[in-house]
């Protein structure tokens, strides 16, 4: 999607692909309208991801349509289950707070120097392993076999042509490939008992699907749907944010001071970052800002009349691309075509007043699918960008850091990852007080 067409200064305009009409929706009153319109619903894709991308069984996929329809407000289905337990498990609260202090426990085993390696590829690793083991435990399929971490990477490439679903043990073969290592993997972490040491968040998981005779290796394949969530955005807003920081010396000094004046006894609290962090928080923001470009798309399931008369059709997609609400300047007060890291700052002890209507900042989504998972990315990805500025210095191994351009050829990812990598390599950073500066979650 281009984010300077001219037909995103249109409030909806429509597109046609093939024989079907996408709706593609670009001002912040409509969308706060139609995100919570009760015929234009997520519902549809939800059946067709677990099959396609989870490679759900025909029997369990029939299940979930017919409760599905014969429950609209979801309350009873395995997915509006699983639904409440993912936001209760993930808003803040003891099990939050769990898998923060899981998130800061394994990214400090994990952090070592490295004499060379590429950073995007290298945020991929640290991810899969930490959030892996922080929501699965210590017998997460990941950590016993490497070759997974690359089978989900696989896996994840070929997800547009999963969902397409045309031919695709020819056409999206290594993505079959890896989709079915993938929950073959996760079926016998189940089978042999691996969610009994897992989160509370997996336990119960696991705990309704058996009460509702889900099969382990059904199981295994919504484990899959699970991991795009939990694995996909997190890596390229990692190394963004270390990115537009290493790449200043200056950002990178002042964030550094910020984290030392924010330390009490050698301590930083995770959960007081926002406000003791001020800068590193904007610079987060920022980084949602430019770099995130979700669709939201929804199906129009009944056809829906707007005011002003414009019809949109049952069948038909909408989208509404958080990209262009993000660069169009007329939501922002402050220039939007450049990364500016104070942009999100907190002045005078009062949130400035960034952009002209909150809703135009979307990297998470909105309405009925409101990233359940937002909290815990928030916390991870501050979590670990800490213990890295902490304790690493990240040179690149030819001296320079050119602004790699964005990888837009992909479905599942919020935010785009670069499309080429950077050598770089992590050099331990023994200055006293903040090279062993610890973080923690706070009451
Ligand atoms: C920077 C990190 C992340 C970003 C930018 C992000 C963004 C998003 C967006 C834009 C959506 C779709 C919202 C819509 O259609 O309106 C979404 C949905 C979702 N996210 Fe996230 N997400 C992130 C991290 C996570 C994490 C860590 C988890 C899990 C622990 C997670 C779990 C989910 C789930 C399960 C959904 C589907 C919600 C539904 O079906 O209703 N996300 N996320």
């Known amino acids: 999607m281009c984010r300077s067409s001219q037909y995103c200064r249109l409030p909806i305009f429509k597109?046609?692909?093939?024989?079907?009409?996408?709706?593609?929706?670009?001002?912040?009153?409509?969308?706060?309208?139609?995100?919570?319109?009760?015929?234009?619903?997520?519902?549809?894709?939800?059946?067709?991801?677990?099959?396609?991308?989870?490679?759900?069984?025909?029997?369990?996929?029939?299940?979930?349509?017919?409760?599905?329809?014969?429950?609209?407000?979801?309350?009873?289905s395995t997915i509006g289950r699983t639904h409440m337990r993912l936001n209760h498990f993930l808003k803040p609260g003891p099990?939050?707070?769990?898998?923060?202090?899981?998130?800061?426990?394994?990214?400090?085993?994990?952090?070592?120097?490295?004499?060379?390696?590429?950073?995007?590829?290298?945020t991929q690793y640290i991810v899969t392993i930490v959030g892996s083991e922080t929501?699965?435990?210590?017998?997460?399929?990941?950590?016993d076999n490497p070759l997974l971490e690359q089978a989900f990477w696989d896996y994840e490439a070929s997800i547009p042509l999963l969902m397409l679903n045309a031919f695709p043990t020819f056409l999206a073969s290594k993505g079959v490939r890896a989709r079915n290592l993938l929950r073959q993997a996760f079926s016998e972490y189940f089978s042999e008992g691996g969610a009994s040491s897992a989160s509370d968040l997996i336990r119960a998981n696991h705990a309704a699907n058996r009460e509702h005779g889900v099969s382990n290796n059904d199981q295994g394949g919504f484990e899959l749907i699970t991991c795009i969530g939990l694995l996909v955005n997190t890596p390229p807003t990692l190394f963004w944010i270390l990115y537009h920081i290493y790449s200043n010396p200056e950002l990178l000094s002042e964030i550094r001071h910020e984290l030392l004046a924010a330390a009490e006894n050698g301590e930083v609290d995770l959960k007081q970052l926002p406000s003791?962090?001020?800068?590193?928080?904007?610079?987060?923001?920022?980084?949602?800002?430019?770099h995130a470009s979700s669709l939201s798309t929804r199906i129009v399931v009944e056809d829906v009349i707007l005011d002003d008369g414009m019809l949109l059709k049952k069948g038909s997609a909408v989208h509404m691309p958080s990209s262009v609400l993000h660069s169009k300047q007329s939501y922002w007060n402050a220039p939007v075509n450049s990364f500016d890291p104070f942009r999100f700052m907190a002045k005078d002890g009062l949130q400035q007043d960034v952009c002209t209507d909150s809703t135009a900042f979307r990297p998470f989504g909105g309405g009925a699918t409101l990233c359940p998972g937002r909290h815990f990315a928030r916390g991870e990805i501050l979590?670990?960008?800490?213990?890295?500025?902490?304790?690493?210095?990240?040179?690149?191994?030819?001296?320079?850091?050119?602004?790699?351009?964005?990888?837009e050829g992909t479905m599942t990812t919020t935010v785009l990852p670069p499309r080429d990598d950077i050598d770089v390599s992590f050099i331990r950073n023994r200055d006293p007080g903040l090279g062993d500066l610890q973080l923690v979650v706070g009451a």
């Open 15 to 76: 597109i046609r692909v093939l024989t079907k009409a996408i709706y593609v929706v670009t001002d912040v009153k409509l969308i706060r309208k139609l995100q919570t319109h009760p015929k234009i619903l997520f519902d549809p894709l939800y059946v067709l991801a677990a099959e396609r991308l989870g490679g759900t069984s025909e029997e369990r996929a029939r299940d979930m349509r017919r409760e599905q329809d014969a429950d609209r407000t979801k309350l009873k």
């Open 95 to 122: 099990s939050l707070d769990a898998l923060l202090n899981g998130v800061i426990r394994n990214t400090v085993k994990e952090l070592k120097p490295v004499g060379s390696t590429k950073l995007f590829e290298w």
């Open 135 to 143: 929501i699965y435990g210590p017998r997460n399929p990941f950590r």
């Open 276 to 290: 003791r962090c001020a800068l590193l928080y904007s610079v987060f923001q920022e980084v949602l800002r430019c």
């Open 383 to 407: 979590g670990m960008a800490v213990l890295i500025i902490a304790r690493f210095d990240i040179v690149p191994l030819d001296g320079q850091w050119p602004l790699p351009k964005e990888y």
